[in-house]
């Protein structure tokens, strides 16, 4: 089982929909990063947070550390808001554990 | 600074021949790490440096992998008698004393 886990593997939505994203961990963790990768490869970092919720923009990124559980919603999706989003946690260690991403299409 | 940049963006080399991908970090962060990425999957632990010390070095990184950070500014991540197994992605990534990360665009191998 990985330590990191994220639903769905494939999202593909209608422009203008809500998109909800969800990340699961089952390690102790001091911070959880929410990243965003192109095609071509180049990682964008989205949020960091350890406990609450921000938002930027139309992303809104949640975390509930009992349960350790968090999500990444996007709201009025867009095209290209396409690429893959990757959850990534900080263990005791002083590196990141990452999930194996979502990929999301957005359509016009 | 612009940045954490990596050299070069793309390496298509043949099966046996060496390879050595360079990072330079954002300057005023001493920690970088590298990753390695295959296709559908995130990003997983190769090794990691703070300064010039290399602190960890993930069981991926087999006895034909080495790293350096010679005076704690740029990196190398060098691969000898390359095999098929290491075509992937090979990012970099910096960070200063907070948790926030800076990630290159990557450095994506092909061996053929």
């Known amino acids: 089982k990985n330590e990191v886990e994220q639903s769905p593997q494939n999202l593909t939505a209608q422009e203008g929909e809500f998109i909800t994203i969800n990340c699961s961990y089952s390690?102790?963790?001091?911070?959880l990063h929410w990243l965003q990768q192109h095609p071509g490869g180049g990682i964008v970092s989205l949020f960091m947070?350890?406990?609450g919720k921000k938002k930027h923009g139309r992303l809104i990124a949640t975390i509930n550390i009992q349960e350790k559980h968090s999500s990444l919603h996007i709201t009025a999706s867009h095209p290209r808001d396409s690429a893959v989003y990757i959850c990534?946690?900080?263990?005791?260690?002083?590196?990141?554990?990452f999930g194996t991403g979502t990929r999301l299409q957005v359509f016009p | 600074d612009t940045g954490v940049s990596q050299n070069p963006r793309h390496k298509i080399t043949k099966r046996g021949q060496n390879v050595t991908f360079r990072c330079d970090p954002i300057?005023?962060?001493?920690?970088l790490y590298w990753y390695r990425q295959t296709l559908g999957q995130g990003p997983e632990f190769l090794t990691y440096?703070?300064?010039?010390?290399?602190?960890?070095k993930s069981r991926l990184l087999s006895d034909r992998f080495s790293a350096e950070r010679p005076k704690g500014s740029f990196s190398t991540l060098e691969i000898q008698r390359t095999e098929q197994g290491d075509s992937a992605m090979y990012l970099c990534?910096?960070?200063?004393?907070?948790?926030?990360?800076?990630f290159g665009s990557g450095t994506r191998l092909t061996v053929v």
């Open positions: 990534a910096s960070r200063g004393t907070g948790l926030g990360y800076t």
């Open positions: 390690v102790g963790i001091s911070a």
């Open positions: 947070l350890s406990s």
């Open positions: 990534a946690v900080y263990d005791n260690t002083d590196k990141l554990i």
């Open positions: 300057s005023e962060h001493n920690r």
């Open positions: 440096f703070q300064n010039e010390a290399q602190l960890e």
